[in-house]
């Protein structure tokens, strides 16, 4: 599954000092970190892909029509489940797909 949202790891920053001849504590006092939500990448706390398990006769556009109204979303459907599926055209019954929610 692409995705074009990466964790920004760029503002972290630490320095520790050696602590092998010391024998107090280690200072941490410099340690700094910035943790930026990844809420809108995996979804946590949004709303949630629902799964939907494929039945006879169905194909991405059908499954996109009843669930969101267009047939043509059946791309967005095909792309949150690129794990499952390698051709479009190619689903068959039985197989349990996520079906994203629209944006």
Do not use: C
């Given at each position: 599954?692409?995705?074009d949202?990466?964790?920004?790891?760029?503002?972290?920053?630490a320095?520790?000092?050696?602590?092998?001849?010391?024998?107090e504590?280690?200072?941490?006092?410099?340690?700094?970190?910035?943790?930026d939500?990844?809420?809108?990448?995996?979804?946590?706390g949004?709303?949630?892909?629902?799964?939907?398990?494929?039945?006879k006769?169905?194909t991405l556009?059908?499954?996109?029509?009843?669930?969101y109204?267009?047939a043509g979303?059946?791309?967005?459907?095909?792309?949150?489940?690129?794990?499952?599926?390698?051709?479009?055209?190619?689903?068959f019954?039985?197989?349990?797909?996520?079906?994203?929610?629209t944006?």
């Amino acid at each position: 599954m692409s995705n074009d949202k990466k964790a920004d790891f760029s503002g972290v920053t630490a320095k520790v000092d050696s602590t092998e001849n010391i024998k107090e504590k280690a200072d941490f006092s410099g340690v700094t970190a910035r943790v930026d939500s990844t809420e809108d990448i995996v979804g946590v706390g949004g709303p949630q892909a629902a799964s939907y398990t494929i039945a006879k006769g169905d194909t991405l556009s059908s499954i996109a029509q009843k669930h969101y109204g267009k047939a043509g979303a059946w791309k967005m459907i095909f792309e949150a489940n690129r794990d499952v599926i390698d051709d479009p055209d190619r689903i068959f019954p039985g197989q349990t797909i996520k079906l994203p929610p629209t944006e």
